[in-house]
């Protein structure tokens, strides 16, 4: 019997208070970026392989420039589904706070060009993951690389010198809208209210 990937995941959430999805049927992008003004605002960055979205938790978000090194700390698999949520987790749940799918598209494995190739799987027990990003703000090489073990192994995520690496762009400060919905943080979070506000009185 495998090992359930998501029991972390659920074990530190009220899914039917919070609204997060339990799991369900791959139809998620292959990766998300997922801005969250929790305790700190900081980004997600999810990579689908192996059945679920492994995630890091990068304080300062992705950069376009090949000499910022950005600290990415892993967290705990999400659901392949958690992709497409963008929502308020209410006060008292765990990651409270305002989520925004910021950005997203398809990624390619670049280690499996290399002699010898290396599946995600491979290259993430490793250590080293070689990605292509093909998003709507973010593309190109990226790779991720773990220098820290422990609870919440530490790795960087670090932009390639490729023809899409810009030292100018800071998508981070001036690209701050929902690939989804168009919406800005306080936008997600004002409609949050108001549907509160709205399911309060017909109750």
Do not use: C
Not at 20 to 46: C, N, T
Not at 47 to 52: P, S
Not at 164 to 186: F, I, M, W
């Amino acid at each position: 019997m495998s090992k359930d990937r998501l029991q972390d995941y659920r074990r530190k959430r009220n899914l039917e208070a919070s609204r997060e999805p339990a799991g369900g049927e791959d139809r998620a992008p292959r990766f998300v970026i997922q801005k969250h003004d929790a305790s700190h605002l900081h980004y997600d960055f999810r990579l689908a392989f192996d059945g679920t979205l492994k995630s890091w938790a990068v304080p300062k978000g992705p950069s376009t420039d090949p000499r910022d090194k950005r600290l990415a700390v892993q967290v705990e698999d999400h659901p392949l589904d958690y992709a497409d949520f963008e929502g308020v987790i209410p006060e008292g749940h765990y990651g409270a706070g305002t989520v925004m799918v910021w950005d997203r598209g398809d990624y390619r494995n670049l280690l499996a060009d290399k002699d010898p190739p290396k599946t995600m799987a491979e290259g993430w027990r490793d250590g080293l993951l070689e990605v292509w990003l093909e998003g709507d703000k973010l593309r190109g090489g990226y790779a991720l690389k773990r220098f820290r073990d422990g609870d919440k192994p530490q790795w960087l995520l670090i932009k390639m010198d490729d023809e899409q690496a810009d030292a100018r762009r800071n998508p981070v400060s001036t690209e701050n809208r929902s690939v989804k919905s168009g919406r800005t943080l306080a936008g997600i979070a004002r409609e949050a209210r108001r549907e509160q506000d709205e399911g309060d009185h017909h109750d």
